[in-house]
T-cell receptor, first 112, second 116 residues
Framework: SQQGEEDPQALSIQEGENATMNCSYK?????LQWYRQNSGRGLVHLIL?????REKHSGRLRVTLDTSKKSSSLLITASRAADTASYFC????????????FGQGTRLTINP | GAGVSQSPRYKVTKRGQDVALRCDPI?????LYWYRQALGQGPEFLTY????????KSGLPNDRFSAERPEGSISTLTIQRTEQRDSAMYRC??????????????FGPGTRLTVL
């Protein structure tokens, strides 16, 4: 079963705009991670945020975590065509934290 | 190698045949994970190992699925008596640490299994 639910399921924006994707989950977590998957390729780890953190940055990526609402958001600023991909959130529970539970993903399309 | 490798990249088999999927993790990585991904879905956990010990196999769908990592490095996922519903992308990942809060996982390219 999948714990995370991404919203929206699909997002299409113009190059240069910001893209925001959300993830909700159900049980308490140890950490939450975001991954990117380009069409036909493997998953690439983007960022990990621990349950005691509220915000994290990496380049053009900004992730927030609200454990009271059991939700996270991924913001990509100044989007580029190369950002076109599917983005997945994955949660590691407190018990059995090595096991990641992925959501269904958000398909992001950046239009030139 | 530089990353996680999997072989074969594509496997087409007939229903009822056994298949073995191989994963070669990043050198030195303690933990190894197997996932299955259906088209348009996120990866679904199958099982994982720390060193050679299988820690959790709760995601294996049934007893036709098994995995091993006998020397704590390369792992093999075996599916016996394959069925059409087994068709999917099978992904392997590895991570350096087995600490709960530090388990960034590096994924391989996957094996696309098609059961006819």
């Amino acid at each position: 079963s999948q714990q995370g639910e991404e919203d929206p399921q699909a997002l299409s924006i113009q190059e240069g705009e910001n893209a925001t994707m959300n993830c909700s989950y159900k049980t308490s977590i140890n950490n939450l991670q975001w991954y990117r998957q380009n069409s036909g390729r493997g998953l690439v780890h983007l960022i990990l945020i621990r349950s005691n953190e509220r915000e994290k940055h990496s380049g053009r990526l900004r992730v927030t975590l609200d454990t009271s609402k059991k939700s996270s958001s991924l913001l990509i600023t100044a989007s580029r065509a190369a950002d076109t991909a599917s983005y997945f959130c994955a949660t590691a529970k407190i018990q059995g934290a090595q096991k990641l539970v992925f959501g269904q993903g958000t398909r992001l399309t950046i239009n030139p | 190698g530089a990353g996680v490798s999997q072989s074969p990249r594509y496997k087409v088999t007939k229903r009822g045949q056994d298949v073995a999927l191989r994963c070669d993790p990043i050198s030195g990585h303690v933990s190894l994970y197997w996932y299955r991904q259906a088209l348009g879905q996120g990866p679904e956990f199958l099982t994982y190992f720390n060193y050679e010990a299988q820690q959790d196999k709760s995601g294996l769908p049934n007893d036709r699925f098994s995995a091993e990592r006998p020397e704590g490095s390369i792992s093999t996922l075996t599916i016996q008596r394959t069925e059409q519903r087994d068709s999917a992308m099978y992904r392997c990942a590895s991570s350096l640490a087995r600490l709960a809060g530090d388990n960034e996982q590096f994924f391989g390219p996957g094996t696309r299994l098609t059961v006819l």
